[in-house]
């Protein structure tokens, strides 16, 4: 079955660094985009940043600078590091990506399990 699954939330004081990590397990057939998002407790769910397949990338306005998002295309694995990181980038983080599952199937949006990031003061 195909899920994304993310790792590498955690507790970290300002000013330090974080990496997670999310891989699309079941073998998909071909994976367009693959992103981050964010939602902090009240809020919306907020676009972090995002990676085409040909490696091009956007970001927050918020982030710029501070965060990196990368893709291992052969392990079917996006990351985000995240450096000089602020009590505002406090939220869950939630992997998304665009996904074929068969050639002939559509694209679909998949969405991970969502993983805690807190940053304390």
């Known amino acids: 079955q195909l899920q994304l699954v993310e790792s590498g939330g955690d507790l970290v004081q300002a000013g330090g660094s974080l990496r997670l990590s999310c891989v699309a397990s079941?073998?998909?057939?071909?994976?367009?985009?693959m992103g981050w998002y964010r939602q902090a407790p009240g809020k919306e769910r907020d676009l972090v940043a995002v990676v085409g397949r040909d490696g091009s990338t956007n970001y927050a306005i918020s982030v710029k600078g501070r965060f990196t998002i990368s893709r291992d295309n052969a392990k079917n694995t996006v990351y985000l590091q995240m450096n000089s990181l602020k009590p505002e980038d406090t939220a869950v983080y939630f992997c998304?990506?665009?996904?074929?599952?068969?050639?002939?199937?559509?694209?679909?949006?998949?969405w991970g399990q969502g993983t805690q990031v807190t940053v304390s003061s």
């Open positions: 079941g073998t998909p057939y071909s994976i367009r985009d």
């Open positions: 998304n990506a665009r996904i074929k599952r068969t050639p002939w199937s559509s694209e679909l949006d998949y």
